[in-house]
């Protein structure tokens, strides 16, 4: 089954004291394509990327990457090997400028002892870092400390420091929380540039956001794969209704 | 010549107690129907060699020897009993009271006990110095204390006769072998028996004529896991005059018995080991009440078990005869109780609640004054509290001075009994039930209290439950105060197993740390797992490395290897406010 | 981006340097005692102490202050320094010492005929010199190795640093360790073929530590600049942002403790031909923790603050000790805790928050209204989860 699949989950299982968070969830992701998770609270999407970032391991099931199993593998070994991750809540570096936190993204070597005596950050590098400050609009604030920005501020400096790392697969959670309309919408624009380039998982409860992205759906629901179709098929579905009754019924 | 003041000292101890008891025991009517050995003894006592040894044979062969006589023996061999010659010019043994205002005594006669009186039935007042006193030779004395020591094991008490058989055995003298096994035959109490046996076994041991009753000898002991007889056996296992078959059933009783000392030995481990841990545990479950459920990491926690022995050591003073302190020169004088020795019994129970509440209050003291500002902040909470030791610990010194004081336990905790030789302290033994029933009590108080549904709440999410109407603030400061009165009580028990001074709580900080990140932050049932085996881990460790600073070395460095397989101790609570 | 050292703190540095370096001690050797520029034996002593604690400071605060690892263990380090030098003082004390034998004294009190093997290379200065920095170095790779794999972090970490230093106090407090059990190593006679008890001698010595000092901070400061210092300060923030970033924050933690272990080693290593003894009760947490005082009085987070604070503390201490022996501990204690609490960012941060109180009470007097921008309700700073919610 596995054939070019740049990321597949298999029959994976994951409990926190006897609660499964994840139940034999199977999940596969073509090299390129844009996915959105969606799902009601507690349906398991922010472990799910737990799971696949290194941040929790399963109990059982295997997660591949580029046919690598990455599951015994720590955060930043596979970070390295290509998947970027966009926390819910956004987490910067608050005690460094803008700048900085981009150049700590920057893709290159990480080790100790090429930071150490190759640390110096040349002419390209310097250009790179301003040209995605302006695109998240943040090059005027480039010498201010993170901590000091507002919660979408915050937001979009994550994402450039995604930008910055230039990762094969995204992961994006929930990217439009706590951002005004035209910054969802702006945020939205970003994504679909990036499709294509990169393959990307965005999770999103901002309907209207879903919709601008108009990309496979997958709907979780405790712990397991759901329904998987386009947003109308999704929408449409008995199932997927139920499970959404009373909360979102302008769906 | 301190050594002869004392001892001159003893003798008057020991004479004051005879008579004290003499007395009592003379107005018991059982004894007024004038034991024959004493009436014995009276006759021989001026007389001359031949007349002590048929007395010393009658008492050997006794079916009862009593502690009078035993007592009057002891007289004898001390040179206290005296000859009075009476109005008719008979000589009569007696004994002397204390001296009178005048200097004289009351005589009592050795034959029946009762007092002397005159002709007019007034009792007779006699000078010492006007009485003949019984010499005895060193001769005379040895024999004395052989006769005392044969007669024992005919003794009322059971305990003296089981050491009297002891004593016997390891002298292993032919001659006492017949005596010993026909007391073995009379002898009902089954662990006197045991020792009987282990004696006539052991004297059999150097029966060179006969190899096969040494042979069966040392079987014997092997059977009866005689844990002193392996000198003996050693020795002859050794000895190359030996027929072979000999040496080697003895080396092999040798062997059998190590195995058995060596189970001994282990279970007493276990039992001291167990005893540590309990009170590592009432002082780690203080700290997983403060660090694991509060997040605080409270360095001062050991100062709070000295505040507990402290307090322990004040009330034990104001139960005798109070306390003078003067920190800085400003005397503070606490008045006691002058409680008698009855009353004085109860001053634990007393010192338990006080330490407690001592503790408590000064957790709470601190909580409100430093720690509430620092929830949240792990590490400054660290730094902040060491701040809060050094100066508590200073302030120990100023008040209790820089020495250990020693603090008395009350009878009642300082005996011990043995079960098949592994012997359990009474001290011991109270600390790890009382362990037993504070693990109890606090597992009921965050499970079963309403308090205990608050502190979980807060715990849990200190903002949500702040939001949910739960008073933080003073949950917060019981929850510390709870935890503090229980390292206080460690601290009481602390004291009743050795001394206490200004460092007290600084032994125990680093190994409370360890059992409460070893149990699993913020689990009882690890705290108390992990306290156990902490404890027979370092006890254990130390008698097989013979050194107990290897021991806590190992239990050290295997805290930390521990921590390489579960880094969040044996029951990981996911707390999110813990994680960072 | 600025260049590691800026203009005017090179002048700064350069000033502080010639006083410390040139200035002092050329008072203390070519005045006349009675003149009032002169600068006795006992001071230059003194000094050279505090300057043997400000690079432990300064060890400590790289930890603490820049990584965020409270370590426990940094008098551990100090020490096995100031062992591993004091042991080759204790040999070149040669036929001098009470029994008049090639062996360290304690060695003939204990029956030892021959040197242990593990002693023989420290009769080489060369070889001492560069224990003192690799054997704590070699302790921490292993300790630190097992603690950071294991994820064991924030207090926890402090908590396993203290067992570690209290184990090796333990260990060092005894006879058969051949460290001389609870007396230690002391009575020194020489140092590199000079009277250690000379006046030029200890002035030397106190020079050497003035440059360890110097050097620390010029490397300590080029390290924190560097891109390495960035993450090591992120590591502090947020470790599992770093995790995220994909930098092995383990191992940039591990390079730390390493280098900090060896840099308090080498203050070690100076400080013990200074006073002379080096015994296990320096090993005792307490001392990792006056150290901890030190920065925390002084200002961590920075490289000054150390420093202040290692003079400034220990100049009071020896004071305090004489002039209220009894009340000594309560004042340090006191002064730690209220530092703690209100002083977040010791002396040297004590003028921008003097400034700033004093903003907030000018403001109040004219009772402006509040500003603008500060009402703006700031999002949960909760950067060390970065993920609460699954």
Same mark, same amino acid.
């Given at each position: !089954?596995?054939?070019?699949?740049? +990321? ?40 799910? =990327?737990?799971? $696949?970032?290194?941040? %929790?391991? &399963? ?102 420091? +995604? ?16 951002? %005004? ?9 970003? $994504? ?60 | ?91 009569? &043994? ?21 007092? =002397? ?16 006193? $019984? ?27 089981? =050491? ?17 096994? @026909? ?73 059998? $018995? ?123 909470? /660290? ?26 336990? #009350? ?17 011991? /033994? ?46 917060? !400061? /019981? ?22 001074? #200004? ?78 | ?15 502080? @340097? ?117 054997? &704590? ?129 080498? @203050? ?25 005082? *030190? ?23 020896? *004071? ?20 703690? =609490?209100?002083?977040?960012?010791? /002396? ?8 700033? +109180? *004093? ?32």
């Amino acid at each position: !089954m596995p054939k070019d699949f740049i +990321l597949s989950a298999e029959g994976v299982t994951k409990s926190f004291d006897g609660f499964k968070a994840i139940d034999d969830l199977s999940f596969y992701l073509d090299e390129g394509e844009l996915r959105t998770i969606i799902g009601p609270n507690g349906a398991g999407k922010s472990t799910f =990327l737990d799971l $696949i970032t290194g941040k %929790t391991r &399963p109990d059982i099931g295997k997660i591949e990457f580029k046919g690598t199993p990455i599951t015994k593998r720590s955060e930043y070994q596979i970070y390295r090997m290509g998947i970027g991750r966009k926390f819910q809540t956004p987490s910067v570096f608050a005690n460094h400028t803008v700048y900085d936190n981009i150049l700590l993204g920057l893709e290159g070597r990480r080790g100790v002892w090429s930071t150490l005596l190759f640390g110096r950050t040349s002419t390209e590098q310097r250009d790179r870092i301003y040209d995605i400050l302006k695109t998240i609009n943040l090059a005027h604030k480039a010498n201010e400390q993170a901590g000091t920005l507002a919660y979408g501020q915050k937001q979009w400096l994550e994402i450039g420091m +995604l930008l910055a790392q230039n990762p094969q697969l995204l992961l994006i959670d929930e990217p439009a929380a706590g951002m %005004t309309d035209e910054e969802t919408v702006k945020t939205g624009e970003l $994504i679909l540039s990036l499709a294509g380039k990169h393959t990307i998982i965005v999770i999103e409860h901002d309907m209207v956001f879903v919709r601008q992205l108009n990309s496979k759906v997958t709907v979780l629901h405790q712990g397991h794969v759901l329904r998987e179709g386009t947003l109308d098929e999704v929408r449409n579905d008995e199932r997927v209704i139920e499970v959404y009754l009373g909360r979102k019924k302008n769906v | 010549m301190t050594v002869i003041v004392l001892r001159k000292h003893t003798h008057w101890v020991v004479f004051y107690f005879c008579l004290l008891a003499g007395v009592l025991i003379f107005e018991h009517p059982l004894y007024a129907q004038a034991p024959t050995l004493r009436e014995a003894l009276a006759e021989v006592l001026p007389s001359d060699t031949t007349a002590h040894d048929r007395f010393f044979n009658q008492l050997a062969a006794a079916e009862k020897f009593d502690d009078t006589t035993r007592n009057l023996l002891i007289l004898w061999r001390n040179e206290e009993l005296m000859l009075y010659t009476d109005a008719a010019g008979k000589a009569i &043994p007696v004994s002397i009271d204390t001296p009178d205002a005048n200097g004289k005594s009351h005589l009592f006669s050795v034959a029946t006990g009762q007092a =002397l009186n005159d002709a007019a039935g007034a009792p007779v007042l006699a000078e010492a110095s006007a009485l003949t006193p $019984i010499d005895s030779d060193a001769t005379l004395r040895k024999k004395i204390q052989r006769a005392m020591d044969l007669a024992d094991i005919s003794s009322a008490n059971p305990d003296t006769r089981k =050491l009297a058989a002891r004593k016997l055995g390891t002298s292993q003298r032919k001659e006492n072998l017949s005596l010993l096994e @026909a007391r073995l035959l009379k002898e009902s109490d089954k662990s006197v028996r045991k020792s009987l046996a282990e004696a006539c076994a052991l004297i059999r041991l150097t029966d060179f004529s006969s190899p096969k009753t040494q042979i069966a000898a040392a079987n014997e002991l092997a059977e009866l896991d005689c844990l002193g007889a392996t000198e003996a056996l050693r020795a002859l296992a050794a000895n190359d005059q030996m027929d072979i078959s000999v040496r080697k059933a003895a080396a092999k009783a040798q062997k059998s $018995i190590r195995d058995y000392k060596d189970l001994v030995n282990f279970f007493g481990t276990i039992f001291r080991g167990t005893s540590l841990g309990s009170i590592l545990l009432v002082a780690a479950l203080g700290l997983a009440v403060t660090f694991g459920l509060m997040g605080i990491i409270n360095m001062a926690h050991g100062e709070m078990i000295t505040v507990g022995a402290y307090a322990a050591y004040v009330v034990e003073n104001i139960f005798r005869n109070g306390l003078a302190l003067s920190p800085l020169g400003i005397p503070i004088s606490i008045p006691g109780m002058h409680a008698g020795e009855g009353l004085f019994q109860w001053y634990f129970a007393v010192a338990i609640p006080v330490s407690f509440c001592a503790a408590a209050l000064a957790g709470l003291i601190i909580e409100r004054l430093v720690i509430c500002h620092l929830y949240q902040r792990a590490l400054e909470s /660290l730094l902040a509290t060491w701040g809060i030791s050094l100066v508590l610990q200073q302030l120990f010194r100023v008040v209790f001075g820089a020495n250990n004081v020693q603090v008395n336990s #009350p009878s009642w905790l300082m005996g011990n009994f043995t079960v098949s030789d592994v012997t359990l302290g009474y001290n011991r /033994l109270f600390v790890i039930a009382f362990a037993v029933l504070i693990v109890v009590g606090t597992w009921l108080l965050l499970s079963k209290t309403r308090l205990g549904l608050l502190i979980r709440s807060v715990t849990q999410d200190r903002d949500m439950a702040a939001c949910m109407g739960v008073p933080t603030r003073r949950v917060n !400061m /019981l929850t510390f105060a709870f935890g503090s009165g229980l390292a206080g009580l460690a601290g009481a028990f602390l004291s009743q197993i050795g001394n206490v001074g #200004p460092g007290l709580g600084q032994n125990f900080i680093v190994d409370n740390f360890m059992t409460v990140v070893v149990g699993g932050v913020g689990s009882i049932v690890g705290t108390v797992i992990s306290a156990l085996s902490i404890g027979i881990s370092d006890q254990v460790l130390q008698q097989i490395l013979e050194s107990p600073v290897l021991g806590k070395i190992m239990v050290l460095i295997a805290i930390i290897l521990f921590l390489q397989w579960k880094p969040s101790g044996l029951f990981p609570t996911r707390s999110r406010s813990l994680d960072s | 981006m600025s260049a590691t050292f800026r203009k005017t703190e090179i002048i700064l540095l350069g000033i502080l @340097a010639f006083i410390a370096l040139v200035l002092l001690p050329a008072l203390n050797a070519w005045t006349p005692p009675e003149s009032f520029f002169h600068i006795s034996n006992f001071t230059i002593n003194l000094y050279g102490k505090y300057l043997s604690y400000a690079v432990l400071a300064i060890s400590v605060d790289l930890l603490w202050g820049f990584t965020g690892l409270l370590s426990l263990g940094q008098c551990l380090f100090f020490s096995l320094g100031g062992y591993a030098f004091g042991m080759y003082l204790a040999l070149k004390v040669g036929k001098l010492g009470q029994y008049k034998q090639d062996l360290p004294d304690f060695m003939v009190f204990l029956g030892y005929k021959e040197l242990p093997a593990h002693w023989e290379p420290f009769r080489h200065f060369w070889f001492a010199a560069s224990a003192s920095a690799l054997v &704590p170095a070699l302790v921490a790779l292993a300790f630190g190795y097992l603690a950071f794999r294991a994820k064991i972090r924030g207090v926890y970490f402090s908590i396993l640093t203290q067992a570690l230093t209290y184990a090796g106090c333990l260990m060092f407090f005894q006879n058969s360790f051949m460290f001389g059990g609870n007396n230690g190593l002391t009575d020194f006679k020489f140092v590199l073929g000079h009277d250690i008890r000379n006046a030029a001698t200890q002035r030397g010595l106190y020079i050497a530590t003035g440059a360890l000092l110097f050097l620390t901070y010029i490397f300590c400061r080029w390290l924190t600049q560097s891109k390495f210092g960035k993450i090591q300060r992120a590591v502090r923030d947020s470790e599992n942002r770093v995790l995220f970033s994909g930098y092995a924050a383990p191992n940039y933690k591990l390079f730390v403790f390493v280098i900090a272990a060896a840099i308090a080693g080498l @203050a070690g290593a100076l400080y013990v031909p200074q006073v002379g003894i080096i015994n296990p009760s320096e090993m005792a947490t307490d001392k990792s923790l006056e150290a901890i005082v *030190w920065v925390a009085v002084g200002g961590r987070g920075t490289l000054v603050g150390p420093v202040v604070g290692a003079f400034a503390v220990n100049a009071l201490k020896s *004071w305090a000790t004489r002039a209220f022996p009894d009340l000594w501990l309560i004042i340090l204690g006191g002064m730690f805790t209220l530092v703690v =609490l209100f002083m977040p960012k010791g /002396l040297v941060g004590l003028p921008g928050q003097l400034y700033s +109180l *004093w903003q907030k009470i000018s403001r109040r007097r004219t009772n402006a209204p509040p500003d603008g921008d500060t009402s703006f309700p700031e999002a949960p700073s909760d950067h060390q989860n970065p993920n609460p919610e699954s």
